[in-house]
């Protein structure tokens, strides 16, 4: 059992750090999304991670969220154009990972594009406020 603790506050420490990096120099793209969040007073936490476990309670994978919703159990993606265009069957496998480890958490993806639709950002707020 040592080993597996070992393991897994290693694993923490790693995601932990750099998902506090990425809270410290969030993209622009993030920032017009705290922006959005903020003005509407919807709570939520920037640069989340959700651990994936075995059977045996090793951490095996790890995903930091861009932002997490914790009210409406939603999670906020934001992608760029340059990394997300070259990466969306990585970005579908996340997806389906989180909602199959942690049922009842919804992922939605926003490009920049979406931040500047009218009703891209009303439909997000309808879901926030659904749940």
């Known amino acids: 059992m040592g080993r597996v603790l070992d393991h897994n506050r290693e694993i923490r420490y790693t995601a932990e750090y750099r998902a506090n990096e990425m ?17 509407h ?36 993606e934001v992608d760029g154009k340059k990394y997300h265009e070259h990466h969306k069957q990585h970005d579908r496998s996340r997806t389906k990972t989180i909602q199959n480890n942690y049922p009842g958490i919804e992922v939605l993806r926003f490009t ?11 439909e997000l707020l309808w879901k926030v406020k659904q749940k």
């Open 112 to 122: 920049w594009n979406d931040l500047s639709d009218e009703s891209k950002m009303d």
């Open 23 to 39: 809270r410290t120099f969030p993209s622009k793209l993030e920032e017009r999304m705290m922006t959005f969040l903020h003005s």
């Open 41 to 76: 007073n919807i709570p939520y936490e920037p640069q989340r991670v959700f651990y994936i476990y075995d059977t045996d309670g090793w951490i095996i994978r790890y995903y930091i969220a861009d932002f997490y919703l914790p009210l409406s159990k939603v999670i906020i």
